[in-house]
């Protein structure tokens, strides 16, 4: 059974950061897409990044920048560095995998 659990959510002021990771488990992980969507309330959810099994990387224009992601395919984790957060970046944010799975979300507030 496929288990993406994400960390590392909280509550920051406007221009810090944050480190998100999301460890998955019961498959195979180098193969896949792995991507950090967030939807924040009255909104859809939105791509915010994804990373390929071969390295490739695409970034939403509001994330350009300022947000990183990585993964470690020994630790089958992928990871989502966060900074320069603005209050606009305030979501859940949900890992996926193969665009299949979800995680279960990790809040993340931006605010003073």
């Known amino acids: 059974q496929v288990q993406l659990v994400e960390s590392g959510g909280g509550l920051v002021q406007p221009g810090g950061s944050l480190r998100l990771s999301c460890a998955a488990s019961?498959?195979?992980?180098?193969?896949?897409?792995m991507g950090w969507y967030r939807q924040a309330p009255g909104k859809q959810r939105e791509l915010v990044a994804s990373?390929?099994?071969?390295?490739?990387?695409n970034y939403a224009d509001s994330v350009k920048g300022r947000f990183t992601i990585s993964r470690n395919n020994v630790k089958k984790t992928v990871y989502l560095q966060m900074n320069s957060l603005k209050p606009e970046d305030t979501a859940v944010y949900y890992c996926?995998?193969?665009?299949?799975?979800w995680g279960r979300g990790t809040q993340v507030t931006v605010s003073s």
């Open positions: 996926n995998l193969d665009r299949n799975y």
């Open positions: 019961g498959t195979i992980f180098n193969i896949y897409t």
């Open positions: 990373i390929t099994s071969g390295g490739s990387i």
